[in-house]
């Protein structure tokens, strides 16, 4: 612990004294930690926000609940407001309802008693507390298990999909010596500066002809084949030496065992890393799952969400509360796969 | 078995050609070593016939089968690679059963082949480890064994012992001598260091810029090569070489001495470093003068320079007591001479 404490506190300035360059390291640490985990952690913060709090202006950093009492003679617990008297005294009050620009309220210790209350002569009573139903009701009213499933099917699919092709392409691409193989990487390559918007009415044309519409796999299929895992792929199975594949041909390995047994165990670390990406990806897609599907019983997470977003009225809470949830997948996949981006078990072995 | 033939074999790399036509017939059983200078194709004919590479031109017999379009799985031959191309994410027994699974041998038999393969190369503690866990030699030791229990018809080997260090590469070197008296298998050795080749081989081909220069026993190459290039690349320190010039019969080296030549015109003279001795004082010999001694203990080696002729190197028994700068004759016999015509080709 001693040691932990004394590497992040360390110093450049001598005798306790700071630098300037312990100055900035602190700003520019704090600086980052505050832009790179600010959003993320004011999501998570709001998420636990009921809407008349997410509305408020200015925004508190934490969510706040506000308190309620049982009054004998109501059935709901009415919510509390701090009232400042006309004589400058203050006392808790319970609000039975609103009307116009006063409130009728109560002391909740002598029922009998009605009082009017102007609006801007109370403020209301709360705590620090989580609005969990933010949570809880899209899971019982929203078909948020059917959207959760379509999602982890598209996703699962779609990335296994990405890696096996995307990883025999890069293996001809680069262990098998053909005319206009460089060509075929360069317009593979090329394909990257073609943005999705811009091919999306005919492969919308495309998808529709054979059929696809309104199908989980019509989301799938279009996305598998990716220029970025590809290169990615290619990249690093060029690192793996020749001698491995000839050492194999001479064991009488058939060319799809020297992919499935040689190849794709020693690119590991680049298929995590293409894994990782193509379950964000996927997982984020939004636009191309709009077009194609239309009927409610097929959207994926991000389509469902997007019903909370009326023309009229956004119900910002559950969208929060959501967002925080489809992140949860993508969360854990990161941590369970990011070794595999750091450690390389290619390479040893020879020499 | 593992007679193997190769007859007129070219290979181009696109229109660089660098096999010009090799002709060789390697017997059954034979321990032939591929030798010479980097780039001079040993390699790539090592490759040729693994089938790793296939020939522009020519054909290449096993044992009386033309495998020239064979792939390399079909030749029946196993080769040890020089970066001995272990597979990295699998273990020594793994490795072993590779080749085996791959031909579909039933389990028991796998079993048994790696078991004997791992106990006669001593590596059977390391079955259970990956490559990356392995020193140098083990790796080299499990990189034979894959190409053992295949049971080829011959074995490739190229540079096996290059990535080792010296001490263990004089170990490994008796090791696979051993190991090819017991199997009797023919052995097709790859190399640039001549002591291998001269002390594994049955027979070594001595190659340059992808011709065949010469092929023979070692002990031959030594006492006869047919060439320039063989009498300068045979032997360490490399040959002492002489330009003189043959009339009616007789040639003047330099310092005067008369030597008797079957030739006319120019030639070049060749004496190994070993085949100098100090001269009497009355004897013929090469007058010199000393400017680098390198006393090894059980032998000195000097390097000299005779007066219009160059540099000459002599490899003398014992330590002895000279200074630089000092004059020496060298005395040798004509017995050890080697004579060369001006086209490079051995006279007589």
């Not at chain 1, 507390?129 to 982890?152: E, K």
């Not at chain 1, 895992?229 to 009488?252: K, N, S, W």
């Not at chain 2, 310092?255 to 100090?278: D, F, N, Y």
């Amino acid at each position: 612990m001693n040691a932990v404490r004394n590497f992040v506190f360390a110093r450049r300035g001598r005798a306790g004294k700071w630098h300037w360059t312990d100055i900035v390291t602190w700003i520019w640490l704090i600086g980052g930690t505050i832009i790179m985990f600010g959003p993320a952690l004011w999501l998570i913060s709001s998420s636990f926000k009921g809407p008349a709090q997410l509305a408020e202006f200015p925004p508190t950093l934490l969510p706040y609940v506000q308190e309620v009492a049982k009054v004998e003679g109501y059935d709901a617990p009415l919510p509390l407001y701090q009232v400042t008297q006309e004589d400058g005294s203050t006392r808790v009050m319970a609000e039975i309802r609103r009307i116009g620009t006063s409130a009728q309220m109560v002391d909740p210790a002598n029922p009998e008693e009605r009082v009017s209350v102007r609006l801007t002569d109370r403020q209301p009573v709360r705590e620090v507390g989580l609005a969990i139903n933010n949570y809880t009701d899209p899971f019982l009213a929203f078909d948020f298990m059917r959207y959760l499933g379509n999602s982890v099917f598209v996703t699962v699919m779609a990335t296994l999909l990405t890696l096996l092709t995307n990883s025999m392409a890069a293996f001809a691409l680069s262990k098998y010596r053909f005319k206009g193989r460089d060509a075929v990487m360069l317009l593979i390559v090329a394909t990257l500066m073609v943005p999705l918007s811009v091919i999306l009415v005919p492969l919308y044309s495309v998808v529709s002809s054979v059929g696809l519409l309104n199908s989980l796999w019509g989301v799938i299929l279009p996305t598998i084949a990716t220029p970025t895992g590809v290169f990615l792929l290619r990249q690093y199975m060029l690192t793996i030496p020749d001698e491995l594949i000839e050492a194999a041909r001479m064991d009488h390995a058939s060319e799809w065992q020297i992919y499935w047994r040689i190849i794709l165990p020693l690119a590991a670390p680049a298929l995590a890393v293409l894994a990782i990406f193509s379950v964000v990806w996927r997982w984020n897609d939004f636009l191309w799952p709009l077009i194609v599907l239309s009927r409610r019983e097929l959207y994926t997470l991000q389509i469902g969400l997007n019903t909370y977003a009326g023309e009229l009225n956004v119900q910002w809470h559950y969208i929060l509360a959501m967002t925080v949830v489809t992140m949860i997948p993508v969360v854990l996949v990161f941590i369970f796969l990011q070794r595999f981006i750091t450690t390389g078990i290619a390479g040893a072995g020879i020499k | 078995m593992g007679r193997i033939v190769l007859k007129n074999i070219r290979k181009a790399f696109d229109a660089v050609e660098v096999i010009h036509g090799v002709d060789l017939e390697i017997k059954e059983g034979e321990l032939v070593v591929f030798v010479g200078p980097s780039g001079c194709g040993k390699s790539t004919l090592l490759r040729l016939i693994a089938g790793l590479d296939t020939p522009t031109s020519g054909s290449i017999e096993i044992d009386g089968r033309d495998v020239t379009k064979a792939g390399a799985a079909d030749r029946g031959l196993a080769m040890v690679f020089q970066s001995y191309a272990l597979y990295p994410h699998m273990t020594v027994r793994q490795n072993l059963s590779f080749g085996l699974e791959n031909q579909r041998m039933p389990k028991a038999e796998i079993a048994a082949r790696v078991d004997e393969a791992a106990r006669m190369l001593e590596i059977d503690e390391l079955l259970g480890r990956r490559p990356t866990q392995l020193s140098g030699g083990q790796r080299q030791r499990v990189a034979i064994g894959r190409a053992i229990v295949r049971n080829p018809t011959a074995f490739l080997l190229d540079e096996p012992l290059s990535n080792l260090d010296a001490e263990l590469r004089g170990t490994m070197r008796a090791e696979l001598s051993a190991l090819h008296a017991r199997l009797s298998t023919t052995m097709i050795y790859v190399t640039h260091d001549q002591v291998e080749a001269m002390t594994l081989a049955d027979r070594i081909v001595v190659l340059r810029k992808g011709v065949i220069e010469q092929v023979d026993t070692p002990l031959n190459l030594y006492n006869k090569p047919q060439n320039l290039f063989v009498a300068g690349f045979i032997g360490a320190p490399n040959m002492n070489f002489f330009k003189v010039e043959v009339k009616s019969g007789k040639a003047e080296l330099p310092g005067g001495a008369q030597i008797a030549v079957v030739h006319e015109g120019p030639v070049t003279l060749g004496l190994r470093p070993q085949h100098l001795r100090l001269a009497q004082p009355e004897e013929r010999a090469i007058a010199a003068e000393v400017f680098l001694i390198e006393s090894l203990g059980a032998e000195t080696v000097l390097h000299a320079n005779v007066e219009g002729a160059g540099q000459i190197i002599t490899v003398l028994d014992g330590q002895l007591d000279i200074a630089r700068g000092a004059p020496i004759r060298l005395a040798f016999d004509d017995a050890n001479l080697h004579a060369f015509d001006a086209a490079g080709q051995r006279i007589g």
